[in-house]
């Protein structure tokens, strides 16, 4: 039978409520009915002066009916719900050229199985350690009649999804997002369009310090990332020394640049790393401090440049300066763990937030259940830092008065 998109769209919220029900899962014990009400799927309907499209629809419906798809209840000669009959499904499912939920979910399961045995013959990692956890709860949702979280408008849409998902384990260099999309899809948008979801992803599984940041931190970038240092600091690279304390600003590296750097001095005291461009551009920085820029995140090439700083100047300070707010936090002991290095924070406590008390921002509820989240992992020594107790009271402090803080809004060094 060929279908109008009227009679489509009936349909397909019908079908949509019955995919949704317990009758679908086998776990409801009374008779249900799906039904879907006119005016409201077609507002002209219940419209007096739309007296002709009154008349269309009804015969729209009556066609359905005769075909034995639907029951009618009526009021007057008006259609007040259309029925499914849900013995008519399969070829219901035929002619709106549909699968059947059950048939796509079996799919996506099998699919997701063939995923974790590939995951199981690569190493283990941050990103593939998300990804099991994430097709372990997927398939827990699957057996209750739930479509996997980032499953769209198909299983090739989805495996496209798991075509970039499978492809970031492996890449530990900078690569251009339109660059690796031409590679993976022959498209250089496709992989933009996957992004939020595969982001999502990896942010909800993994342990990746905010949302935004995902891809950079896969080493997935849209413009070239660089480090920026000022302060007392003297690098040597393509055998040139250049002492960056004397220049009256800042110089840029790019991630490429960083692997030509053979030798690095810090004639200070030192270490601070700045989570915020703004902030690393003041001048209230102390001349003992050596600033650095990561570039809003850092990556393996940027991780394995402070590694080599410490490697040779264990005995400085390391600071770490960002926002208070959970983000923040999270960037901070991230770094922490990926370098190995026992940075400490900097300007991120209670009296800071009271200092700058007029410039704070409230929480919101999404600010709240992540602090709270952060505050368990704290208390349960999952970071191992010797400032968990002073830490855990500053985010019980911005609970309490509902308050985060932007770097920007605070004063940069000690001098």
């Given amino acids: 039978m060929k279908l109008?998109?009227?009679?489509?769209?009936?349909?397909?919220?019908?079908?949509?409520?019955?995919?949704?029900?317990?009758?679908?899962?086998g776990e409801n014990k009374v008779l249900q009915h799906f039904f879907a009400e006119p005016h409201k799927l077609f507002p002209k309907y219940a419209d007096e002066r739309e007296y002709d499209y009154f008349t269309f629809?009804?015969?729209?419906?009556?066609?359905?009916?005769?075909?034995?798809?639907?029951?009618?209840?009526?009021?007057?000669?008006k259609v007040a719900k259309i029925v499914l009959r849900t013995e008519k499904l399969g070829e219901i499912y035929a002619d709106l050229g549909r699968s059947p939920k059950k048939d796509t979910l079996s799919e996506l399961s099998l699919f997701l199985?063939?995923?974790?045995?590939?995951?199981?013959?690569?190493?283990?990692?941050e990103i593939t350690n998300a990804l099991f956890l994430y097709i372990d709860q997927q398939q827990k949702k699957m057996t209750d009649?739930?479509?996997?979280?980032?499953?769209?408008?198909?299983?090739?849409?989805?495996?496209?999804?798991?075509?970039?998902?499978?492809?970031?384990?492996?890449?530990?260099?900078?690569?251009?997002?339109?660059?690796?999309?031409?590679?993976?899809?022959?498209?250089?948008?496709?992989?933009?369009?996957?992004?939020?979801?595969?982001?999502s992803i990896?942010?909800?599984?993994?342990?990746?310090?905010?949302?935004?940041?995902?891809?950079?931190?896969?080493?997935?970038?849209k413009t070239p990332s660089y480090v920026m240092v000022k302060g007392p600091v003297v690098l040597t690279l393509g055998g040139q020394r250049l002492d960056v304390g004397k220049?009256?600003?800042?110089?840029?590296?790019?991630?490429?640049?960083?692997?030509?750097?053979?030798?690095?001095?810090?004639?200070?005291?030192?270490?601070?790393?700045?989570?915020?461009?703004?902030?690393?551009?003041?001048?209230?920085?102390?001349k003992d401090e050596a600033v650095i820029y990561l570039g809003g995140y850092h990556n393996r090439v940027k991780r394995d440049f402070l590694c080599r700083i410490y490697e040779k100047h264990p005995d400085i300070e390391y600071f770490h300066f960002g926002d208070i707010?959970?983000?923040?936090?999270?960037?901070?002991?991230?770094?922490?763990?990926?370098?190995?290095?026992?940075?400490?924070?900097?300007?991120?406590?209670?009296?800071?937030?009271?200092?700058?008390?007029?410039?704070?921002?409230?929480?919101?509820?999404?600010d709240q259940a992540r602090i709270g989240k952060l505050i368990e992992k704290y208390e349960?020594?999952?970071?191992?830092?010797?400032e968990s107790e002073d830490i855990v009271s500053t985010l019980h402090y911005m609970l309490d008065h509902e308050v985060k803080l932007e770097q920007e809004a605070v004063g940069n060094g000690t001098k």
Wanted: negative net charge; glycine residues 8%; charged residues 30%.
């Fill in 4 to 25: 109008t998109k009227e009679q489509k769209k009936i349909l397909n919220t019908l079908i949509d409520k019955y995919e949704r029900s317990l009758t679908f899962r």
């Fill in 57 to 77: 629809l009804n015969q729209e419906i009556g066609i359905l009916r005769d075909a034995g798809y639907v029951d009618l209840s009526m009021d007057r000669m």
């Fill in 113 to 125: 199985s063939e995923q974790k045995a590939y995951l199981e013959t690569q190493p283990r990692g």
């Fill in 145 to 199: 009649g739930k479509y996997p979280e980032g499953y769209e408008d198909s299983l090739s849409d989805y495996r496209d999804l798991w075509t970039a998902l499978c492809a970031l384990p492996g890449n530990t260099e900078d690569v251009f997002v339109r660059d690796l999309s031409m590679r993976l899809f022959h498209d250089s948008k496709r992989l933009e369009q996957l992004r939020g979801r595969i982001c």
């Fill in 202 to 221: 990896l942010f909800q599984y993994g342990s990746f310090p905010e949302r935004d940041r995902v891809f950079e931190e896969c080493n997935v970038i």
């Fill in 247 to 286: 220049l009256t600003g800042d110089i840029a590296l790019s991630a490429e640049t960083l692997g030509d750097v053979t030798e690095t001095e810090i004639y200070g005291s030192r270490i601070v790393t700045v989570e915020n461009l703004t902030s690393f551009h003041r001048d209230d920085f102390s």
């Fill in 325 to 366: 707010d959970v983000g923040g936090f999270y960037i901070y002991e991230h770094l922490r763990r990926k370098t190995g290095i026992p940075f400490r924070a900097m300007k991120m406590d209670i009296s800071v937030l009271e200092q700058y008390a007029q410039d704070t921002k409230k929480l919101t509820a999404g």
């Fill in 380 to 386: 349960s020594g999952e970071f191992d830092n010797p």
